[in-house]
């Protein structure tokens, strides 16, 4: 079935620092595909999507691209802030069904 | 900004008890699902419900587990006999049209559920 794999956390990055959170996913069709972040004591909020191959979703300076040939949508930013960290959730969504599959979320941790 | 809110934000029970989790999706959408996630484990989809009725469930979502949309607003989802294994954080999300063409869900803060 379908499946979201992410990097295991949690990523410790220094302020202005570069980042990447890999995503790989296994899909039968042709999924639409999310980044979520969680910020302490709250929800899941939409962080960015693509809903088809080689587009690039992209918010408050995070970026990802839909990369079919590679089965991944891989997070990054240019420069993290210490308000970045958080737990990040990449996820899928297939056609016919209503169901987001999310991958296990890898905790960000900025320092300043 | 319209958001989802959950009652409660903690619920702890006993074994065997029935509890209700409570969400008010955002007004205007006609979606709404519910999901878990255990401790430590991935964030899981229980069920979908539109047009007061479920559209897609989880192998998970069995006999015990029931969502209604009682009023205009609110949409619950009942255990009605909790386990050890029910623990978790349970979140609603709700969105304007179906899931399945990549419409966003927006999330709620969530329920965390303990059963003793």
């Known amino acids: 079935g379908d499946s979201v794999t992410q990097m295991e956390g949690p990523v410790t990055l220094s302020e202005e620092a570069f980042l990447t959170i890999n995503c790989t996913y296994t899909a039968t069709g042709y999924p639409s595909l999310f980044w979520y972040v969680q910020y302490p004591g709250e929800g899941l909020q939409l962080l960015l999507k693509?809903?088809?191959?080689?587009d690039k979703g992209s918010n408050k300076g995070f970026e990802a691209t839909y990369r079919k040939e590679t089965t991944s949508f891989h997070l990054e930013k240019g420069s993290v802030q210490v308000s970045d960290s958080a737990v990040y959730f990449c996820?899928?969504?297939?056609?016919?069904?209503?169901?987001?599959?999310f991958g296990t979320g890898t905790r960000l941790q900025v320092f300043p | 900004e319209p958001e989802v809110t959950q009652t409660p934000s903690h619920q702890v029970t006993q074994m065997g008890q029935e509890v209700i989790l409570r969400c008010v999706p955002i007004s205007n959408h006609l979606y709404f699902y519910w999901y878990r996630q255990i401790l430590g484990q991935k964030v899981e989809f229980l069920v979908s419900?539109?047009?007061?009725?479920?559209?897609?469930k989880s192998e998970i979502f069995d006999d015990q587990f029931s969502v209604e949309r009682p009023d205009g607003s609110n949409f619950t989802l009942k255990i009605r006999s909790t386990k050890l294994e029910d623990s978790a954080m349970y979140f609603c999300a709700s969105s304007l049209t179906s899931g399945t063409r990549g419409e966003t869900q927006y999330f709620g803060p969530g329920t965390r559920l303990l059963v003793l």
């Open positions: 419900f539109y047009n007061n009725e479920i559209s897609e």
């Open positions: 996820a899928l969504s297939d056609r016919g069904t209503d169901k987001l599959i």
């Open positions: 693509a809903t088809k191959a080689d």
